[in-house]
């Protein structure tokens, strides 16, 4: 019998992969429209304070297709789109947040309690028994302070290599899957000259943990350029030194453009699959993302960045642009 594909099958798979695609626009769509009816809602005084995830939609898609059951995330404020994309959020739950909801079953992250944008999942159940975090995707809750979400991130994945190394807890398959598990880290560019960062960067090496850590960089911290606050003006240069090399410890560094569908898949891929077979640490430093509606509801970014550095934040929008791969005609998908 013949082992070969039949062209039967890979029209089949090419169509599932185009469907795949067209969800996924769909998605980062429902995501953006969400971001600009909640500024909306604050500046008409029906919300409060927001920050929205605009700008970051194409790479939290993708970075979204790498996690998997008994991964979890401990990240920032501005990750909706990786939430709705792993099933873990709604667009009602999403509002529910913005709106402060004191009902737990419509707001389930916090009932109201935290700002919105500060997304958790359950990892217990109404009877206060532990769920089976090792068979669903997980998420720590958000917390407010800059970078504080990064020590948590450390413990999770020391979590992941002691349930890897010591045998003795191989019974507790509620937790983890033998320590196969990797913990997810976001952060905005700006918070990376936090001191906290720089010491759980440095932990997560020298503990050599399964941590993929991934910096959204914008370019601008709140209204300062990052050229003021991070040398060389990139992260991941500043970072050089911690860069594994041959029998070193340390972490292994990718970067790429935020708008870029294709590159983007490459290198989460990379990371993941380099993270997950060798529990070691990597930093995906993700460049030329944009910020559509500024940084937050309290300020307007048309008073700071230039009419050009606005027009180039259009162009490169990565909607805008993952609908131009699309639709392209080298594209692969026929």
Known sequence: MSTSISNTEIKINQQAFIDELLNDYKLMCLSREASLLGRKEVLTGKAKFGIFGDGKELPQIVMAKFFRNGDIRSGYYRDQTFMLAIGKLTVKQFFAGLYAHTNIEKEPTSAGRQMGGHFS????????????????????????????QMPRLVGLGLASKMYRNNKELSHLTNFSNNGNEIAFGTIGDASTSEGIFWESINAACVLEIPVVMSVWDDGYGISVPKKYQTTKESISKALAGFEMEEDSNGLKIFRCKGWNYQELYSTYKEATEFTRVNHKPSLVHVEEITQPQGHSTSGSHERYKSKERLEWAKEFDCIQKFKEWLLSDDNGLG
Not at 121 to 148: H, V, Y
Request: aromatic share 8%; no cysteine; charged share 25%.
């Open 121 to 148: 999942t359950k990892f217990i159940n109404e009877d206060g028994k532990w769920l089976d975090l090792a068979n669903q995707k997980n998420s720590t809750s958000d917390i407010s302070p800059t970078a504080a």
